[in-house]
């Protein structure tokens, strides 16, 4: 799955309005300022709705979160388990 | 023989030159009268062209205290208090509000806004955000939302909700975000409804509108658009909540009143404001406020304070994420040229 362009199409759609210049695969997004607190629940309910899956309390860290590469990366390792 | 020597700056040039400390907050409450006054008689008598203040009073120590000095600048009958609990309100709102209405001699009127807010469908809308997650939440259980403590790592501070239902028993879930959104904007109708009905007696009587946020709220953001937010005069926004109680003392204000902790009124359990929104408790959210907006580095602060740079170094990265949301909170609308 192509993770990466899923996940910058969203966060590009949904929070710079078509502005992909200032995106890059390791911009974080809070330091950035693209995502604040309430972007977080609109991304995570992206990713359970789009993946059909459920992410818990303990996985909403930006070490999981806050760039695509590293929600690359959570995807990924979710995926691993459910294989 | 010539000896050149050169200095070379090693210390960044600071805008400060005093140690960090909760001292640095202290107040020259006189001097701050004297300047508040001048600003509330050129603005609300000169420039508005109104005969006095209206404002609500929920018996805290904010609108206690802007209600006090009203009455010292302007004569206690060109102020008059509102007293609008609800039923969420908390059993002590109604006494204490009144209790300071009564202190000061002012005119005052309670109006019971539940009506309002059951027409309206204020907590009809919110018990229906709160079923999305807790599905036996019922009619007459008690709810708050909540935030996580600030923790020792980096992570994000997601709101929760917490339920009592009626026979004691306590439940929680974790808010996604069409609940989080669902339940924020039903409880605004509160502080929207307060305000509608300020501007009712205030157009009624000719006078402003008093706004009673302190410093901390201003600036994170801690209101709502169009309700709490919205005045025409707000007397100690450039004080921190320390300063606010430093000058409760200074105004003479009951003891009873000094001594409420801050929280939030909103919800049916009892929230306190750092729960909801801030960090820290308040007297520490306003020293690192303070040394944030005086130069102080998070080393400083965090020695100032007994707190690690790193613990501080959260604290302003959460101070800078809430001061990027109350930009819209604060924003007047947009327009497409300059029309004044």
């Known amino acids: 799955m192509n993770y990466t362009n899923e996940i910058r199409e969203f966060i590009v759609s949904s929070f710079l309005f078509g502005d992909r210049a200032s995106l890059q695969d390791d911009t974080s997004l809070l330091d950035s300022g693209i995502v604040d607190s309430t972007g977080i629940l609109e991304l995570i309910t992206f990713l359970e709705d789009t993946y059909k899956l459920k992410i818990e309390p303990e996985e909403t860290i930006p070490d999981n979160l806050d760039s695509i590469n590293k929600v690359v990366r959570f995807l990924s390792e979710r995926q691993a388990k459910v294989a | 023989m010539v000896v ?114 059951e027409v309206v469908g204020c907590y009809r809308r919110r018990d229906e ?26 992570s994000y501070r997601l709101f929760k909700v917490v339920v009592q239902h009626k026979d004691g028993r306590l439940a929680e879930a974790n808010l ?51 309700g709490d937010g919205t005045a025409d005069i707000k007397p100690i926004a450039h004080l921190y909540k320390t300063q606010v109680y430093q000058m409760a003392e200074f105004l003479k204000l009951p003891e009873i009143i000094r001594s409420r902790p ?5 919800y049916s359990l009892p929230q306190s404001q750092e729960e909801f929104y801030f960090s820290l408790p308040y007297d520490k959210m306003d020293q690192v406020l303070y040394g944030k907006n005086n130069g102080y580095s ?37 327009v497409v040229e300059d029309i004044r």
């Open chain 2, 262 to 266: 801050p929280t939030t009124d909103t």
């Open chain 2, 129 to 154: 955000a709160i079923r999305r997650v807790i599905p036996e939440y019922a009619e007459g259980d008690k709810n708050k939302i909540a935030l996580p403590a600030l923790g020792d790592k980096q």
């Open chain 2, 298 to 334: 998070a080393a400083e602060i965090g020695q100032g304070m007994g707190l690690s740079a790193e613990q501080v170094e959260r604290v302003l990265a959460d101070i800078e994420g809430k001061r990027k949301v109350a930009n819209y909170l604060h924003a007047a609308p947009a």
């Open chain 2, 176 to 226: 996604d975000l069409k609940s989080y959104l669902g339940i924020v904007a039903a409880t605004n109708f509160k502080q929207r409804t307060r305000k509608m009905l300020e501007y009712y007696y205030a157009d009624s009587m000719n006078f402003a509108v008093a706004g009673t946020p302190n410093r901390l709220e201003y600036d994170q953001g801690f209101f709502v658009k169009l």
């Open chain 2, 4 to 117: 050149s020597i050169t200095f070379k700056l090693e210390t960044p040039f600071k805008m400060h030159q005093r140690t960090f400390s909760a001292a640095l907050l202290k107040l020259d409450c006189e001097k701050e009268m004297a300047r508040i006054e001048t600003v509330m008689r050129e603005t609300v008598l000169r420039q508005f062209r109104k005969k006095g203040v209206v404002l609500g009073m929920s018996g805290g120590v904010d609108s206690s205290v802007v209600a006090a000095m009203a009455v010292r600048i302007l004569g206690k009958e060109r102020v008059f208090g509102l007293l609008m609990p609800e039923r969420d309100s908390a059993g002590d709102t109604l006494s204490l509000s009144k209790l300071m209405a009564e202190h000061l001699g002012i005119e005052y009127a309670t109006e019971d806004i539940s009506p309002i807010l």
